[in-house]
């Protein structure tokens, strides 16, 4: 698995996103490309949307 640490906007889109965790092997590069292209709900507080910071986030692979 990858652990990855993401911002996430107030729309929901990653901003930007760093390994904290690395698998090696290709699977870093994996998990960086798939959560680039995810989209999350966003965080809402009193009614207003706000960004996620420092947001830990685990990518298991699973080879078939």
Do not use: C, M, T
């Not at 698995?1 to 889109?13: A, E, P, Q, R």
């Not at 996103?17 to 809402?44: M, N, Q, T, W």
Request: zero cysteines; proline letters at 3%; hydrophobic letters at 45%.
């Amino acid at each position: 698995y990858v652990i990855l640490k993401l911002h996430v906007d107030k729309w929901g889109k990653v901003i930007e996103a760093k390994i904290v965790k690395s698998a090696g092997h290709g699977l870093d590069e994996a998990a960086l490309s798939a959560i680039k292209k995810a989209r999350f709900k966003p965080l809402v507080i009193y009614n207003q949307r706000a960004g996620l910071y420092n947001y830990p986030f685990k990518i298991n692979f699973r080879l078939e």
